[in-house]
């Protein structure tokens, strides 16, 4: 399962969800001093894991924050979410931001689209019935807004030949508030 993509590289996840540190890794530029097992010296990575630990086994979770897979296609390091975030931050702050951010926009986009069996007729009529209301719908907007179209197309036709009356009668307003609106938009500078 790939979903989280960092600088090109696909971050990869084990069954429990844990992202590879290895792939973080690569997508931080894969330098020496930046590597896990570097990291995994730092006394802030053992007590956060530590504290990680400990809140998993008060909450009955059988999930470890840290796992490493030897051997296989999926070998490598994987951690949960936060001790990616930790990482990160150890790294750099802009690569912290980095990985931030496509976090965040994995989390906010949108789910797939359901595939649809065009061979079920069920399905089909399903999704006939569903485009027929959206038509439905933009054709009434455009009925709604059509004379509101069809009045600027006049305004913006007429090549200045309307007077403010004219104007006023055709956008359905008073000519004193088209008026006080005109001059609304007109800065106060124009008058000195």
């Known amino acids: 399962m790939t979903a989280l993509v960092l600088s090109g590289i696909g971050i990869r996840q084990d069954a429990e969800g844990r992202y590879c540190l290895n792939d973080l890794h690569r997508a931080a530029g894969g330098d020496g001093n930046d590597a896990?097992?570097?990291?995994?010296?730092?006394?802030?990575?053992?007590?956060?894991?530590?504290?990680?630990?400990?809140?998993?086994?008060?909450?009955?979770?059988?999930?470890?924050?840290?796992?490493?897979?030897?051997?296989?296609?999926?070998?490598?390091?994987?951690?949960?979410?936060?001790?990616?975030?930790?990482?990160?931050?150890?790294?750099?702050?802009?690569?912290?931001?980095?990985?931030?951010?496509?976090?965040?926009?994995?989390?906010?986009?949108?789910?797939?689209?359901?595939?649809?069996?065009?061979?079920?007729?069920?399905?089909?009529?399903?999704?006939?019935?569903?485009?027929?209301?959206?038509?439905?719908?933009?054709?009434?907007?455009v009925q709604e807004q059509a004379p509101k179209v069809q009045a600027l197309a006049r305004i913006a036709e007429g090549n200045a030949s309307l007077c403010i009356t004219d104007a006023a009668k055709t956008l359905q307003c008073g000519p004193r508030d088209l008026s006080t609106w005109l001059l609304s938009l007109v800065p106060l500078r124009f008058f000195y």
């Open 36 to 141: 896990p097992a570097q990291w995994f010296r730092n006394k802030s990575y053992k007590e956060l894991h530590d504290q990680l630990a400990l809140e998993a086994r008060c909450a009955n979770l059988h999930i470890a924050p840290m796992d490493t897979i030897r051997g296989g296609l999926s070998q490598g390091t994987y951690v949960c979410k936060e001790l990616v975030y930790a990482y990160a931050m150890w790294i750099s702050p802009a690569f912290h931001l980095k990985v931030i951010r496509a976090y965040d926009q994995l989390v906010t986009a949108p789910p797939p689209q359901p595939v649809v069996n065009l061979a079920d007729p069920a399905a089909l009529r399903g999704l006939l019935l569903s485009y027929t209301e959206k038509v439905m719908e933009l054709e009434q907007t």
